[in-house]
């Protein structure tokens, strides 16, 4: 269990929330990291709820960041619906274990000490002694002989999957987490769904807070700040009226700023002043008003019948993947597809998505939303229109393109292992192996 540390999401600014960690968040995280101060001394777990877009990722990255400037032990682990497959609760409690003992001696001292004297910890999968053994005891320990505050952010914790990957979770955060030395807190952010909520919502030693309570002039100072960042680059364009006037029109909602001033942001053929005026007559608010700059910016994009039948493939084929990919291995899938007249490179669509999608300038990383509400959008018939994206159309091809994948890439011992008599997990650098000889496309396939 800890031979190998487990990748997780660690999300950046660019990748949908404002590149000033949203500000309200930037506001009050001192609190959070500052564990002696603004909360009770039992206030173990503090919980902001919300609902998608009102920036809750956003608070967890600034209290993150602001714990590591503050030389705070800690760990940041983040959610994410597109890698729900990966089975990311299971390897929670080991990763913040991890980075715990990255980030300070003693504390990795201690948890080798534990794993030492019982190795079948190692192996164990269940969840709560994991967290009793790997981080609860160490920190106990700890907390005797070091004054360090320790933060731990849980981001997302409603993209984990269904009910059942966060039982164990919620379960060690009702039940153990408030037996936490002082000085430790934990941050977790997530939509009130009804399993978490009820979990949380009446345990003393959590505190629950709603991002409806942050008022709105804050809020609106923010965006106002951000759209004035943004669009002060522009040469004079636009004047303080237009900022104010964007900001209002935006109701509070980040993403709909970000995706805006992108929108209207100067390049070839594009006039900002003709864009401004489309963002700002759109009368609509909440999620309508996101799906409007999400429908203008297609609607740029997207002309004619057959650059939206390509659109529409290629999307299909992102959003039917099991997995996230990468351009490369798309590319490779698509050259497999069934019909002569399917088998063309994503690139002539993703790139020019870089607005909605991570992963589209590098051929080797995995393409992402770059916020879930993307991917919202185009699955809803009714807040997409002629954008709707049917992905179960796309299973028959990736299906058919998955075994010509197989039959044209296995070949016995491809990673050249020098015998089969060994298992994979005492192969010392069986990893790195996988990673040279077996392409993204053909271990998805497989």
């Not at 807190?185 to 942050?214: F, G, M, N, Q, Y």
């Not at 999307?315 to 899938?333: F, Y």
């Not at 075994?403 to 491809?414: D, E, I, K, P, S």
Request: hydrophobic share 40%; aromatic share 8%.
């Amino acid at each position: 269990m800890f031979k190998k540390k487990p990748k997780v999401t660690r999300k950046r600014s660019s990748e949908g929330h404002s590149p000033h960690g949203n500000a309200p968040a930037a506001r009050g995280s001192s609190s959070f990291t500052n564990v002696k101060a603004a909360f009770k001394p039992f206030h173990k777990l503090i919980f902001p709820k919300a609902v998608v877009k009102e920036g809750k990722s956003a608070i967890a990255h600034t209290v993150a960041l602001q714990a590591k400037s503050l030389g705070n032990l800690g760990s940041c682990f983040c959610f994410t619906r597109v890698r729900q497959h990966e089975g990311l609760h299971k390897k929670l409690v080991t990763t913040i274990a991890r980075d715990l003992a990255d980030r300070d001696p003693c504390f990795r001292i201690l948890l080798a000490g534990i794993i030492s004297n019982n190795h079948t910890l190692t192996d164990t999968e269940d969840i709560a002694e994991q967290w009793q053994e790997f981080i609860a005891e160490p920190l106990s320990q700890l907390a005797g002989s070091s004054t360090r505050n320790v933060v731990i952010v849980i981001d997302a914790l409603d993209e984990s999957g269904i009910d059942d990957t966060r039982e164990g979770i919620l379960d060690i955060l009702t039940t153990h987490g408030a037996n936490l030395p002082a000085t430790t807190r934990i941050l977790l952010t997530s939509r009130p769904l009804a399993d978490i909520w009820e979990a949380l919502c009446t345990k003393k030693h959590i505190l629950t807070k709603s991002l409806d309570e942050v008022e709105y002039e804050a809020t609106a100072r923010d965006i106002t700040l951000y759209i004035s960042t943004k669009l002060k680059k522009f040469d004079g364009t636009f004047c303080d009226d237009d900022i104010g006037q964007l900001a209002e029109k935006s109701g509070g909602v980040f993403e709909w700023a970000r995706l805006a001033c992108d929108f209207i942001r100067p390049r070839m053929g594009v006039i900002p002043k003709e864009r401004f005026g489309r963002v700002v007559s759109h009368t609509a608010d909440g999620r309508n008003l996101l799906d409007g700059v999400y429908t203008a910016f297609l609607e740029e994009l997207v002309q004619g019948s057959s650059e939206l039948t390509r659109f529409r493939s290629v999307m299909r084929q992102i959003l039917g993947s099991k997995e996230p990919l990468s351009v490369k291995a798309l590319d490779s899938m698509r050259e497999k597809f069934s019909l002569e007249t399917e088998r063309y490179s994503v690139r002539i669509v993703l790139n020019f998505m870089a607005s909605f999608l991570s992963g589209t300038t590098d051929t080797s990383t995995p393409v992402r939303p770059s916020h879930a509400s993307f991917y919202d959008f185009l699955l809803d018939k009714s807040r997409s229109g002629e954008f709707f994206i049917d992905e179960a159309r796309v299973h028959s091809d990736m299906a058919l393109a998955s075994l010509r994948v197989m039959q044209a890439g296995l070949r016995f011992n491809m990673c050249a292992l020098p015998t089969s008599y060994v298992r994979n997990s005492d192969v010392v650098d069986f990893a790195k192996r996988v990673e040279e000889n077996i392409p993204m496309h053909l271990l998805y396939s497989c």
